[in-house]
């Protein structure tokens, strides 16, 4: 399976102040995702990070607060931006290609005071 | 509207025992179903499952998928306080989109 890194970690943002998180695969991937995990909760996908096109958002997301880009096939970013306490969450990229297994990142733990 | 539950929420086991998670799902376009086990931030992959009746093993873990009732299950013998983790299922809806629809999780404690 690729090898996934997440950037940054871990980071403690105040309110209103955006924040971008990094996902870089050590190979050529067809899929990127990103996913969100609020405390206490299980996953939920924020949206499809697409190469070269916008990214395709899930009911409840939008552009505006996470914006996504995808300059090639290892690399994708999301921005939280306007950020509130209802924010804090884990973020998580994942990837997949071919039989449509999905490998995620170590994940983004991001608190917002 | 899809939907995928798990159960138990949580289990407390001791070492030794062996325990069987429940995953049903109520989903259009089903394509497969994956488990997963999260420790701290990240899920690692466990089984991909498409075809029914067919088990997945690996060492002490394997599950099963039942296309016609709807469910998956994940066992695991012989636990060890390592196996202490949230498991999650999640459905694959399409083959075009790859989304993942995730369960609640189960909560597994496993006692020395």
């Known amino acids: 399976s690729a090898v996934i890194s997440q950037k940054p970690s871990r980071d403690i943002c105040q309110r209103g102040t955006s924040l971008t998180i990094q996902c870089q695969v050590d190979?050529?991937?067809?899929?990127m995702f990103w996913y969100r995990q609020q405390p206490g909760q299980s996953l939920t996908l924020i949206a499809t990070?697409?190469?070269?096109?916008?990214?395709?958002?899930e009911s409840g997301f939008v552009i505006d607060k996470f914006p996504i880009s995808r300059p090639n096939l290892t690399f994708s970013t999301l921005t939280v931006s306007n950020m509130s306490p209802e924010d804090s969450s884990i973020y998580l990229c994942?990837?997949?290609?071919?039989?449509?297994?999905?490998?995620f990142g170590p994940g983004t733990r991001l608190t917002v005071t | 509207e899809d939907k995928v539950v798990q159960s138990p929420l949580s289990l407390v086991v001791h070492e030794g025992d062996t325990v069987t998670l429940n995953c049903s799902y109520e989903?259009?376009?089903?394509?497969?179903l994956l488990w997963y086990k999260q420790e701290k931030k990240a899920p690692t992959f466990l089984f991909m499952l498409?075809?029914?009746?067919i088990e997945k093993k690996s060492g002490r873990l394997s599950s099963i998928l039942d296309k016609k009732e709807l469910f998956s299950i994940l066992n695991i013998t012989a636990t060890q306080t390592g196996d202490s983790a949230v498991y999650l299922c999640?459905?694959?809806?399409?083959?075009?989109?790859?989304?993942?629809?995730f369960g609640q999780g189960t909560t597994l404690q496993v006692k020395p």
């Open positions: 990070a697409n190469q070269g096109s916008e990214a395709t958002y």
């Open positions: 190979s050529q991937v067809t899929m």
């Open positions: 498409t075809s029914s009746g």
């Open positions: 994942s990837v997949g290609q071919g039989t449509y297994e999905q490998y």
């Open positions: 989903v259009t376009n089903f394509r497969s």
């Open positions: 999640a459905v694959n809806l399409s083959s075009n989109t790859g989304k993942l629809i």
